[in-house]
C-alpha cells in the first residue's frame, strides 16, 4: 500500500475545529503526523498498565486512531475519536512551541515524535508522560471532578515533564520537585498561550477546561495567587519542601506569574488576577515571551536534579544575563519576582 502525508481536519472537546496532519495508508487515514516525527495518537480501549515501578507486565494498547474521510471526531465524547483529537493537537501545539520558540525538536530534542493514549481505563482522573514510553496517557476522568483531561495546558504540561527528564532532570521530591511541577505548570501554560485557540485562549490557570462542578473551583491551580487552591504556597518558607510537589510548585508559579505579568491587578483574555507579593515588594512584568526564554535557557543549561529555590533563583538570573544582559532590564525584573514571592 502507498503511504502518504494527509492534511485532515479534527472536531475536538475543548479546541474547536482544528487542522490535522495525517498519514494516508492505502485508503485508510491514520491520525498520525510525519511532519512531527510520527506523533500519533492511539485508543487504550480502557485499559490500564500493569506496572511497578517502571517495570510494566503488561500495558494498555495505543491503537492508532483510523479514519475513512480524514474529517476525525464530532466534538463530543460520545465519539471516542474527539479526545483523540485534542490530544494529537495537544502534541502538534506542544512540539511546534518548542521548535519554533526555543528551537527544539521533540521532547528529547532528537527529532523523535512521542505517542497518545486516550481513553485509558475507567472514570481515570489523570493524564500522564512516562519516559520509558515516551508516550502520554489521558483518561476520561469521572465526569463529576473531571472530564477527559486532554486540554491544552493539560498536554503541555505533561510532556514538558520530559523535557525535564531529558535535561534538568530534577528529581521529583523536595523543591527540586516543586521546580519540576511549576516548569510543566509554566511551560504548559505557555503552549497554552502559543497556541492562540479561541476556544481555549490563554490564562494563568491549569486545567480550567478539564475541571467539572464536583471539583469546587474553577481550575486545579493558579499561578497569580497559588494558596487559592486551598494548598499551595504562595511564598517560600524552609519547609516548603515537605509540600506535595503540586503544591511546593506554588512560589516557581507565582515567581513566573510576576515576571511576565507584574504585581497588582490585571484582566487578560476576560480573566481577573491580583498577584499579592511578600511584604508588599513590586514587580514590573517582562512578558510571556522573556519569561519563556529565561526558564526555558534556566532549566537547559543551568538547572540540574538537585536545585533547589535558591538554586532557581541563581539559573534564572544567569539566563537572564546569557540573554538580556548584566543589570538589564530583565535581570531586575527576575531579581525582583524572586524577592516578592520570598526567594533571597
Ligand atoms: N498529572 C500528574 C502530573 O503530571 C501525574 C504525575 O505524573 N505526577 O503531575
Ligand atoms: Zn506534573
Ligand atoms: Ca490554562
Avoid at 504562595?234 to 510548585?249: I, K
Avoid at 491580583?274 to 543551568?302: F, Q
Amino acid at each position: 500500500d502507498s503511504i502518504e502525508t494527509a492534511t485532515g481536519d479534527g472536531k475536538s472537546l475543548y479546541g474547536g475545529t482544528v487542522p490535522l496532519e495525517t498519514t494516508l495508508s492505502g485508503s485508510t487515514y491514520q491520525l498520525k503526523d510525519a511532519t512531527r516525527g510520527n506523533t500519533y495518537t492511539g485508543d487504550a480501549a480502557n485499559k490500564t498498565d500493569l506496572c511497578i515501578l517502571s517495570i510494566c507486565f503488561s500495558r494498555a494498547p495505543s491503537t492508532v486512531f483510523t479514519d475513512a474521510d480524514n474529517h476525525w471526531g464530532t466534538g463530543t465524547a460520545s465519539d471516542r475519536a474527539s479526545a483523540a483529537v485534542d490530544a494529537q493537537y495537544g502534541t502538534n501545539e506542544t512540539w511546534d512551541y518548542y521548535k519554533n520558540v526555543h528551537g527544539r525538536t521533540g521532547i528529547a530534542g532528537d527529532g523523535k515524535g512521542s505517542y497518545n493514549r486516550v481513553h485509558y481505563g475507567n472514570n481515570y482522573n489523570n493524564a500522564f508522560w512516562d519516559d520509558n514510553c515516551f508516550c502520554m496517557t489521558y483518561g476520561d476522568g469521572d465526569g463529576t471532578t473531571f472530564g477527559p483531561l486532554v486540554a491544552l495546558d493539560v498536554a503541555g504540561h505533561e510532556m514538558s515533564h520530559g523535557v525535564t527528564s531529558s535535561t534538568a532532570g530534577l528529581t521529583y521530591s523536595g523543591e527540586s520537585g516543586g521546580l519540576n511541577e511549576a516548569t510543566s505548570d509554566v511551560l504548559g501554560t505557555l503552549v497554552e498561550w502559543y497556541a492562540n485557540n479561541p476556544s481555549d485562549p490563554g490564562d494563568y490557570l491549569i486545567g480550567e477546561k478539564i475541571v467539572r462542578s464536583g471539583f469546587g473551583a474553577a481550575a486545579l491551580r493558579f499561578m497569580d495567587k497559588p494558596s487559592k487552591d486551598g494548598s499551595s504556597a504562595d511564598y517560600w518558607s524552609s519547609s516548603v519542601g515537605n509540600l506535595d510537589v503540586h503544591y511546593s510548585s506554588g512560589v516557581a508559579n507565582h515567581f513566573a506569574y510576576l515576571l511576565a505579568e507584574g504585581s497588582g491587578p490585571k484582566t487578560i483574555n476576560g480573566v481577573s488576577y491580583d498577584s499579592p507579593t511578600h511584604n508588599g515588594a513590586t514587580v514590573t512584568g517582562i512578558g510571556r515571551d522573556k519569561l519563556g526564554k529565561i526558564w526555558y535557557r534556566a532549566l537547559t543549561v543551568y538547572m540540574t536534579s538537585s536545585t533547589n529555590y535558591a538554586g532557581a533563583r541563581t539559573a534564572t538570573l544567569n539566563a537572564a544575563k546569557d540573554l538580556y544582559g548584566n543589570g538589564s532590564a530583565e535581570y531586575n525584573a527576575v531579581a525582583a519576582a524572586w524577592t516578592a514571592v520570598n526567594v533571597n
